[in-house]
Nanobody
Framework: QLQPVESGGGLVQPGGSLSLSCVTSGDKLRRYSVGWFRQVPGKEREGVSCITPGGITTNYEDSVKGRFTISRDNAKSTVYLQMNSLKPGDTAFYYC??????????????????????WGQGTQVTVSS
């Protein structure tokens, strides 16, 4: 089972940018879709973006479309989330998760039905002036 590790969170002013990374050991990450999720205390976890194994298909939650970009470098077993034009409403703990099914040609922003099998510890993103 792959164990993702996130990095890149921090404090940024509104309008600023951050780039999150999700990395796993070995080279098996290339077989799986990866999703980014976020959660604020007291609220449900929300899917932010996801990407299929080859990077052909990506999905975004409506509020981040045009501001966030997901990408992956399978040679480095790393998935990135570039976040631009950040807003205070983007403040949350961000997690990446590895899909359960290998070689899927779709990815989902839902995590309610076990679509993702491995979760990282998360990284905090705070957008504040």
């Amino acid at each position: 089972q792959l164990q993702p590790v996130e990095s890149g969170g921090g404090l940024v002013q509104p309008g600023g940018s951050l780039s999150l990374s999700c990395v796993t050991s070995g080279d098996k990450l290339r077989r799986y879709s990866v999703g980014w999720f976020r959660q604020v205390p007291g609220k449900e976890r929300e899917g932010v973006s996801c990407i299929t194994p080859g990077g052909i298909t990506t999905n975004y939650e409506d509020s981040v479309k045009g501001r966030f970009t997901i990408s992956r470098d399978n040679a480095k077993s790393t998935v990135y989330l570039q976040m631009n034009s950040l807003k205070p409403g983007d403040t949350a703990f961000y997690y990446c998760a590895v899909g359960r099914t290998p070689y899927s040609n779709t990815c989902t922003l839902s995590s309610d039905n076990g679509e993702y099998s491995s979760w990282g510890q998360g990284t905090q993103v705070t957008v504040s002036s």
